[in-house]
């Protein structure tokens, strides 16, 4: 006589170690899952409610100047160290996981207006209002020595920032003109200048290094050549940029911090059209850095809030703000692009969580698959009503939230003029131009 | 050669010719010499005419600052004092012989035929041109990053920092001879290795090994396969034969086969019995062993779980009794105590010889038609009632013993049945014992055993209504046995004193079990004096010996008996009381109306219905009435506007589209719209969907791992960017990308221009210093 058996592998349910979990087989025939859908929906909205729980984005705050402060700098090697400049010409170096001032120096009088370190991370550079160039070594100096540069240059005029080449030993400041230097030299190795107007901050292009960009006070963003000593193509804006900050993953991608309220994505070979207009500040947009995975940047503002934009979104995706933060003058992301610093008018350093309710520490493998699943399920279901709602939902301080409720009437306003002279005129008369065209005033060759 | 110097020379004279002609007005002096004085009036005639003009004094005074140079320089040419100019032609002319010089004549044509200069541009249109090759060249490079952008935004999964850390390959050879032994443990086995000379390198193989690896030769090889192959086919063979010899089904072939093994088995032993007594030995220990085991086990004793299934078909399956017959067998002859043997070893060969072969030959035949009392008087009842008195008139009787021989040797099958039976009369025997033989205790457990009863499976509620016919019988017989086992108490007391009384030990002892069993469960303890009491009994009367085996077969059935009353009381109980089951049905009954009574209002069916019908009515269009009571007849209360104006001013509704549940008996869909589940639902497509159904799509798979496999699940989990925390993300570099970078750096390629530039300028401010 034939015995069938039932046997059942132990490999099947037997797990390995005792850490592992309790193999549990299951039917995975859809038919036996009718409620998928609706099942995977309210983990999703969970999710989506657990993350607004546990968005605490703000870390620390980093005391010790006794003025604004006017520009920030990562260092290129350690991820714990962060250079400052303040209003009063005081240059601070702050360790970030004990959270606090490891060095002090008077750099400049009056501010300082730039400040950059080396790519080797050996030394910093600071420009002030006293029309000098000022090198300075990274480690402090020894005991019994004094606070003293390695180099100092003096100036004709003003430098107002000033940023390091990526790999070579040279340096470009800007004032009058834009001037590059060549580190051993106390004269610039060439000065390019394109009208008359003083430039208010230059940026390095990171992976093309020939390349530069520049924005002045006549409304322009000049982008140069290092290499050819030319500037190679001008394109002037409603209002005056700020800065610039190029895009680490994507040569020829930079985003323009504007007065306007917004920041303009542009590619450098195409500037008569920005890629992406981002618009959500209520103020003047005083400084932008980007991630550097290349996705996002975040972008500090007047109004006294700091606000992240994905790259390829013209709305931002986070609003951070405190109660006694003022208005902020310099952020930057730190290079394992997990925090952003930002410096602010109340001398005050910030730190924050670039994902407001990421877990911080070593997560296990189970978190770290709880994590991916419930930011599929949030992408997936992210256009439902209640959870768009919830996942967009902030708080703004009330100065804040009401300017951004004038502004939509103003924009309403202007809006409807527009529709209006359009009907009253003739036909084709009043072009419908796009948002993205309608800030671009001109492209100079 | 010849005709190209010809027509050379002809194109110079024909050149000459030309450039003679060229200037015309102003003709120099060499010239004038030749030509008549004709021509040198008419000229100055023609000069006077022109000096008319204002032009021409202009130009005289041109030619005149010209004469403020009077020195002769090596640089230039001057044509002064003659007032005319110089022409390239007068300087020509001696070259106009020499044809070595036809490639400088050439080349002034050439400059000859070119035009002016055009003015240099301003310099702002110079910057502009400037810059705009500068950014056509820069966009040229920059567009080769184009491929790597689209690709790293079209990634499913980033992860950063991008540049890989590349693990360094070294050759073994490198950290050999870098590494050195310390340990004396390490030193023992580098000198182990050299004395073998292991070659650290890739084929690590000694020299022996390689040797050895050499050493077979073709010819040895291939016997060696086919040696090998040979094996494989037989083992093959002896496979396929064993396996078709297992699927025969034929119970005979079996049972031939297996007493042909035993034969053989018995031969082997009386051989090496002659042949080597002590291996005999051994093989007798480890058949003593063999029913030590068995003792201690009881693994034949009808009390697994096989056996148990088996008891329950007996009655039905003649198989099945077979087959416990045959266990029962295997018990008997495992736990066949082979004492004589020894004995009969320590006497001497011959006398054992006899004894030990037909002992256990004749013992299985005992067994099988062992004078049972139990088992004849067991199997006469199963045939008819009427046989009830004869079984309590034979059963102390053991004068049956050869009729029942006789008998069973007719039909062996009906044994086992008896045996079954018997099981159960001793369930109830030794119930009654323990209850002491009272009649209303027993009731009063078997009702409360019918109680717990309640979730018997229909199959044996079927057995006991087949049973029921048989119940009434039983029971008296079981009444007359229990009146026995009250003699028989009564006859065990001299039992024990007199081993003479043991003619029939069987039921002497069972009965002593009986009671015992009442006081203790440990069957061992009570073999322990069984047994004991057994060799007493064949130490004295070793004649007796072909009841030994009943004796034994008594006290196993007996523990069988213990085995399945653990397990079988209660359906055994259930069955001797009939009316019980009569209770039960009255109890469902009178459940069953219960259930009726208290759900009596509840017609479900009915009212879904109802419910289905109304909604359907709620749902169904309106008609509009617009009849106005009271107008153009009398109105009032009781008054009826009347038919014909009702029809007329009742504006019907359109039939609306069937509903959805028009065919669904059992179902009611509702076809409002659920403001609720509206609140949910996406109401737009989003952007980057372009139909519905696709959005639709990506919702209804799944991602979770509730219905995903977990390869699948993390798969569909994969975030789009990863980081490591602590890492620094550098920016993109065109080595991390397989683009050569530059190899000049920036900084020279501007020092380098910033020459050339500044070179430019000073040559330009000389020009300008000269000028």
Same mark, same amino acid.
């Given at each position: 006589?034939?015995?069938?058996?039932?046997?059942?592998?132990?490999?099947?349910?037997?797990?390995?170690?005792?850490?592992?979990?309790?193999?549990?087989?299951?039917?995975?025939?859809?038919?036996?899952?009718?409620?998928?859908?609706?099942?995977?929906?309210?983990?999703?909205?969970?999710?989506?409610?657990?993350?607004?729980?546990?968005?605490?984005?703000?870390?620390?705050?980093?005391?010790?100047?006794?003025?604004?402060?006017?520009?920030?700098?990562?260092?290129?090697?350690?991820?714990?160290?962060?250079?400052?400049?303040?209003?009063?010409?005081?240059?601070?170096?702050?360790?970030?996981?004990?959270?606090?001032?490891?060095?002090?120096?008077?750099?400049?009088?009056?501010?300082?207006?730039?400040?950059?370190?080396?790519?080797?991370?050996?030394?910093?550079?600071?420009?002030?209002?006293?029309?000098?160039?000022?090198?300075?070594?990274?480690?402090?100096?020894?005991?019994?020595?004094?606070?003293?540069?390695?180099?100092?240059?003096?100036?004709?005029?003003?430098?107002?920032?000033?940023?390091?080449?990526?790999?070579?030993?040279?340096?470009?400041?800007?004032?009058?003109?834009?001037?590059?230097?060549?580190?051993?030299?106390?004269?610039?190795?060439?000065?390019?200048?394109?009208?008359?107007?003083?430039?208010?901050?230059?940026?390095?292009?990171?992976?093309?290094?020939?390349?530069?960009?520049?924005?002045?006070?006549?409304?322009?963003?000049?982008?140069?050549?290092?290499?050819?000593?030319?500037?190679?193509?001008?394109?002037?804006?409603?209002?005056?940029?700020?800065?610039?900050?190029?895009?680490?993953?994507?040569?020829?991608?930079?985003?323009?911090?504007?007065?306007?309220?917004?920041?303009?994505?542009?590619?450098?070979?195409?500037?008569?059209?920005?890629?992406?207009?981002?618009?959500?500040?209520?103020?003047?947009?005083?400084?932008?850095?980007?991630?550097?995975?290349?996705?996002?940047?975040?972008?500090?503002?007047?109004?006294?809030?700091?606000?992240?934009?994905?790259?390829?979104?013209?709305?931002?995706?986070?609003?951070?703000?405190?109660?006694?933060?003022?208005?902020?003058?310099?952020?930057?992301?730190?290079?394992?692009?997990?925090?952003?610093?930002?410096?602010?008018?109340?001398?005050?350093?910030?730190?924050?969580?670039?994902?407001?309710?990421?877990?911080?520490?070593?997560?296990?493998?189970?978190?770290?698959?709880?994590?991916?699943?419930?930011?599929?399920?949030?992408?997936?279901?992210?256009?439902?009503?209640?959870?768009?709602?919830?996942?967009?939902?902030?708080?703004?301080?009330?100065?804040?939230?009401?300017?951004?409720?004038?502004?939509?009437?103003?924009?309403?306003?202007?809006?409807?003029?527009?529709?209006?002279?359009?009907?009253?005129?003739?036909?084709?008369?009043?072009?419908?131009?796009?948002?993205?065209?309608?800030?671009?005033?001109?492209?100079?060759? | 050669?010849?005709?190209?110097?010809?027509?050379?020379?002809?194109?110079?004279?024909?050149?000459?010719?030309?450039?003679?002609?060229?200037?015309?007005?102003?003709?120099?002096?060499?010239?004038?010499?030749?030509?008549?004085?004709?021509?040198?009036?008419?000229?100055?005639?023609?000069?006077?005419?022109?000096?008319?003009?204002?032009?021409?004094?202009?130009?005289?005074?041109?030619?005149?600052?010209?004469?403020?140079?009077?020195?002769?320089?090596?640089?230039?040419?001057?044509?002064?004092?003659?007032?005319?100019?110089?022409?390239?032609?007068?300087?020509?002319?001696?070259?106009?012989?020499?044809?070595?010089?036809?490639?400088?004549?050439?080349?002034?044509?050439?400059?000859?035929?070119?035009?002016?200069?055009?003015?240099?541009?301003?310099?702002?249109?110079?910057?502009?041109?400037?810059?705009?090759?500068?950014?056509?060249?820069?966009?040229?490079?920059?567009?080769?990053?184009?491929?790597?952008?689209?690709?790293?935004?079209?990634?499913?999964?980033?992860?950063?920092?991008?540049?890989?850390?590349?693990?360094?390959?070294?050759?073994?050879?490198?950290?050999?001879?870098?590494?050195?032994?310390?340990?004396?443990?390490?030193?023992?086995?580098?000198?182990?290795?050299?004395?073998?000379?292991?070659?650290?390198?890739?084929?690590?193989?000694?020299?022996?090994?390689?040797?050895?690896?050499?050493?077979?030769?073709?010819?040895?090889?291939?016997?060696?396969?086919?040696?090998?192959?040979?094996?494989?086919?037989?083992?093959?063979?002896?496979?396929?034969?064993?396996?078709?010899?297992?699927?025969?089904?034929?119970?005979?072939?079996?049972?031939?086969?297996?007493?042909?093994?035993?034969?053989?088995?018995?031969?082997?032993?009386?051989?090496?019995?002659?042949?080597?007594?002590?291996?005999?030995?051994?093989?007798?220990?480890?058949?003593?062993?063999?029913?030590?085991?068995?003792?201690?086990?009881?693994?034949?004793?009808?009390?697994?779980?096989?056996?148990?299934?088996?008891?329950?078909?007996?009655?039905?399956?003649?198989?099945?009794?077979?087959?416990?017959?045959?266990?029962?067998?295997?018990?008997?002859?495992?736990?066949?105590?082979?004492?004589?043997?020894?004995?009969?070893?320590?006497?001497?060969?011959?006398?054992?010889?006899?004894?030990?072969?037909?002992?256990?030959?004749?013992?299985?035949?005992?067994?099988?038609?062992?004078?049972?009392?139990?088992?004849?008087?067991?199997?006469?009842?199963?045939?008819?009632?009427?046989?009830?008195?004869?079984?309590?008139?034979?059963?102390?009787?053991?004068?049956?013993?050869?009729?029942?021989?006789?008998?069973?040797?007719?039909? /062996?099958?009906? %044994? &086992?049945?008896? +045996? @079954?039976?018997?099981? =159960?009369?001793?369930?109830? $025997?030794?119930?009654?014992? !323990? *209850?002491?033989?009272?009649?209303?205790?027993?009731?009063?457990?078997?009702?409360?055993?019918?109680?717990?009863?309640?979730?018997?499976?229909?199959?044996?509620?079927?057995?006991?209504?087949?049973?029921?016919?048989?119940?009434?019988?039983?029971?008296?017989?079981?009444?007359?046995?229990?009146?026995?086992?009250?003699?028989?108490?009564?006859?065990?007391? /001299?039992?024990? %004193? &007199?081993?003479? +009384? @043991?003619?029939?030990? =069987?039921?002497?002892?069972? $009965?002593?079990?009986?009671? !015992? *069993?009442?006081?203790?469960?440990?069957?061992?303890?009570?073999?322990?004096?069984?047994?004991?009491?057994?060799?007493?009994?064949?130490?004295?009367?070793?004649?007796?010996?072909?009841?030994?085996?009943?004796?034994?077969?008594?006290?196993?059935?007996?523990?069988?008996?213990?085995?399945?009353?653990?397990?079988?009381?209660?359906?055994?109980?259930?069955?001797?009381?009939?009316?019980?089951?009569? +209770?039960?049905?009255?109890? =469902?009954?009178?459940?069953?109306?219960?259930?009726?009574?208290?759900?009596?209002?509840?017609?479900?069916?009915?009212?879904?219905?109802?419910?289905?019908?109304?909604?359907?009515?709620?749902?169904?269009?309106?008609?509009?009435?617009?009849?106005?009571?009271?107008?153009?007849?009398?109105?009032?209360?009781?008054?009826?506007?009347?038919?014909?104006?009702?029809?007329?001013?009742?504006?019907?509704?359109?039939?609306?589209?069937?509903?959805?549940?028009?065919?669904?008996?059992?179902?009611?869909?509702?076809?409002?719209?659920?403001?609720?589940?509206?609140?949910?639902?996406?109401?737009?497509?989003?952007?980057?969907?372009?139909?519905?159904?696709?959005?639709?799509?990506?919702?209804?798979?799944?991602?979770?791992?509730?219905?995903?496999?977990?390869?699948?699940?993390?798969?569909?989990?994969?975030?789009?960017?990863?980081?490591?925390?602590?890492?620094?993300?550098?920016?993109?570099?065109?080595?991390?990308?397989?683009?050569?970078?530059?190899?000049?750096?920036?900084?020279?390629?501007?020092?380098?221009?910033?020459?050339?530039?500044?070179?430019?300028?000073?040559?330009?401010?000389?020009?300008?210093?000269?000028?």
């Amino acid at each position: 006589m034939k015995v069938k058996m039932l046997s059942r592998n132990p490999d099947n349910y037997v797990r390995e170690t005792k850490l592992d979990l309790q193999r549990v087989p299951r039917n995975y025939d859809p038919t036996l899952h009718p409620f998928e859908v609706p099942r995977e929906y309210v983990r999703a909205l969970n999710a989506t409610k657990l993350e607004r729980v546990f968005a605490k984005p703000f870390l620390a705050s980093l005391d010790g100047h006794r003025d604004g402060v006017n520009c920030l700098a990562k260092h290129p090697k350690s991820l714990a160290t962060v250079l400052s400049g303040a209003c009063d010409g005081e240059v601070r170096i702050w360790n970030l996981t004990k959270r606090k001032c490891i060095r002090t120096i008077q750099a400049h009088e009056g501010f300082v207006r730039g400040i950059c370190t080396r790519f080797c991370g050996t030394s910093f550079f600071t420009v002030g209002d006293d029309k000098t160039v000022k090198q300075w070594k990274m480690d402090g100096p020894g005991c019994g020595e004094e606070e003293e540069p390695l180099h100092t240059i003096l100036g004709k005029t003003v430098y107002t920032g000033i940023d390091h080449h990526w790999k070579d030993p040279a340096f470009a400041t800007c004032g009058q003109q834009v001037d590059i230097w060549d580190e051993q030299r106390t004269n610039p190795i060439c000065s390019m200048t394109w009208g008359y107007d003083s430039i208010s901050s230059v940026k390095f292009n990171p992976i093309e290094t020939f390349l530069l960009g520049s924005c002045a006070s006549d409304r322009n963003i000049v982008l140069y050549d290092m290499r050819q000593a030319t500037p190679l193509k001008k394109v002037i804006l409603d209002m005056r940029t700020n800065t610039i900050c190029w895009n680490p993953m994507e040569a020829f991608i930079f985003t323009a911090a504007n007065e306007d309220y917004n920041l303009y994505t542009f590619d450098m070979r195409a500037l008569d059209t920005p890629l992406m207009v981002h618009m959500d500040h209520v103020s003047a947009v005083l400084d932008v850095d980007y991630s550097p995975t290349g996705k996002e940047f975040v972008s500090a503002s007047f109004d006294k809030s700091i606000r992240i934009f994905p790259i390829d979104r013209s709305r931002s995706r986070e609003v951070y703000h405190t109660k006694r933060m003022q208005h902020v003058i310099c952020v930057k992301w730190t290079s394992d692009s997990k925090y952003i610093m930002c410096g602010s008018d109340e001398m005050n350093i910030r730190l924050w969580k670039a994902n407001a309710s990421e877990k911080l520490g070593v997560l296990t493998s189970r978190e770290k698959a709880a994590k991916d699943y419930n930011q599929k399920l949030k992408e997936k279901f992210q256009y439902h009503p209640h959870i768009k709602r919830i996942a967009r939902h902030r708080h703004l301080p009330k100065s804040i939230y009401s300017q951004i409720q004038e502004q939509r009437i103003m924009k309403e306003a202007r809006r409807r003029k527009e529709l209006n002279r359009r009907k009253h005129s003739k036909p084709g008369s009043v072009p419908i131009v796009s948002e993205k065209k309608k800030h671009v005033v001109a492209v100079v060759k | 050669m010849k005709a190209i110097r010809a027509a050379e020379s002809l194109l110079t004279l024909s050149q000459q010719d030309e450039l003679v002609d060229l200037p015309n007005y102003p003709l120099s002096a060499s010239e004038d010499e030749g030509d008549n004085d004709r021509e040198r009036k008419h000229e100055k005639l023609l000069e006077a005419i022109n000096s008319l003009d204002g032009k021409n004094s202009f130009r005289y005074k041109l030619a005149e600052r010209s004469e403020a140079s009077l020195k002769v320089s090596e640089f230039n040419v001057s044509s002064e004092g003659s007032g005319e100019k110089l022409v390239l032609a007068d300087l020509l002319e001696p070259v106009k012989t020499s044809s070595s010089l036809t490639t400088v004549k050439k080349q002034l044509k050439r400059v000859k035929s070119k035009k002016t200069l055009e003015l240099p541009l301003n310099k702002e249109e110079v910057e502009q041109i400037h810059r705009e090759v500068a950014f056509n060249k820069t966009s040229q490079t920059l567009s080769k990053w184009d491929p790597i952008v689209l690709k790293n935004r079209q990634a499913e999964q980033l992860v950063f920092p991008l540049e890989k850390e590349q693990s360094a390959f070294v050759p073994i050879e490198h950290v050999f001879s870098s590494w050195k032994a310390r340990t004396p443990l390490e030193h023992e086995i580098f000198n182990l290795l050299h004395k073998n000379k292991q070659p650290v390198t890739d084929p690590l193989l000694t020299p022996m090994e390689q040797a050895s690896l050499k050493a077979m030769s073709l010819e040895e090889a291939k016997m060696r396969r086919a040696e090998l192959q040979r094996a494989r086919a037989l083992q093959s063979y002896y496979e396929a034969r064993a396996r078709r010899e297992k699927k025969i089904k034929s119970k005979k072939y079996h049972k031939i086969v297996k007493k042909g093994k035993a034969k053989k088995a018995l031969k082997e032993f009386e051989q090496l019995r002659k042949v080597n007594p002590t291996a005999a030995l051994e093989e007798l220990e480890k058949i003593e062993k063999a029913r030590m085991m068995e003792r201690m086990s009881l693994k034949h004793q009808n009390s697994g779980k096989w056996a148990k299934s088996k008891a329950i078909m007996a009655k039905y399956d003649l198989e099945a009794r077979q087959a416990m017959q045959e266990q029962l067998a295997k018990n008997k002859e495992l736990t066949q105590k082979l004492q004589v043997v020894s004995e009969s070893e320590e006497e001497g060969g011959a006398e054992d010889e006899e004894t030990l072969v037909p002992d256990v030959v004749n013992e299985v035949q005992m067994d099988a038609n062992g004078p049972n009392p139990w088992m004849l008087r067991s199997c006469n009842s199963d045939s008819k009632e009427d046989e009830n008195q004869v079984d309590s008139e034979q059963l102390p009787e053991p004068v049956a013993q050869e009729f029942s021989e006789s008998e069973e040797d007719e039909r /062996p099958m009906a %044994e &086992e049945e008896t +045996l @079954l039976k018997e099981f =159960e009369e001793r369930r109830a $025997l030794r119930k009654r014992s !323990e *209850l002491k033989q009272d009649a209303e205790p027993m009731g009063r457990q078997e009702t409360k055993d019918s109680s717990s009863q309640e979730v018997l499976s229909e199959v044996r509620a079927l057995a006991q209504r087949l049973n029921k016919g048989n119940l009434q019988s039983r029971k008296r017989r079981v009444t007359s046995a229990g009146t026995v086992l009250q003699v028989q108490t009564e006859e065990s007391a /001299p039992e024990e %004193e &007199e081993p003479i +009384l @043991l003619q029939r030990p =069987e039921r002497v002892q069972t $009965l002593e079990e009986l009671e !015992e *069993l009442s006081k203790e469960e440990c069957s061992q303890k009570r073999e322990l004096p069984r047994s004991m009491l057994q060799r007493e009994w064949t130490e004295r009367n070793p004649n007796n010996q072909p009841d030994a085996p009943k004796g034994k077969k008594k006290k196993e059935q007996m523990i069988n008996l213990q085995n399945l009353l653990t397990t079988k009381t209660p359906s055994v109980k259930s069955l001797e009381v009939p009316t019980i089951e009569e +209770l039960e049905d009255e109890e =469902e009954r009178v459940q069953k109306q219960m259930i009726k009574e208290a759900f009596a209002g509840d017609d479900v069916i009915k009212d879904f219905l109802k419910e289905k019908r109304e909604a359907v009515e709620a749902n169904k269009p309106k008609d509009v009435d617009l009849t106005l009571p009271g107008w153009g007849e009398w109105g009032g209360l009781g008054l009826k506007p009347s038919a014909k104006k009702r029809r007329r001013f009742l504006i019907k509704a359109p039939e609306g589209p069937p509903r959805k549940d028009k065919n669904l008996p059992n179902v009611i869909i509702n076809e409002k719209r659920n403001i609720h589940a509206a609140a949910h639902q996406v109401r737009v497509l989003p952007y980057p969907f372009t139909h519905y159904q696709q959005f639709e799509r990506t919702i209804q798979t799944p991602i979770g791992s509730t219905w995903n496999t977990q390869r699948a699940f993390q798969k569909l989990t994969t975030p789009k960017v990863v980081t490591k925390p602590g890492h620094i993300i550098k920016p993109i570099k065109a080595e991390d990308v397989g683009y050569r970078s530059s190899s000049r750096s920036d900084i020279s390629i501007v020092q380098s221009n910033q020459k050339q530039l500044s070179g430019h300028h000073k040559k330009q401010l000389k020009k300008r210093s000269i000028e």
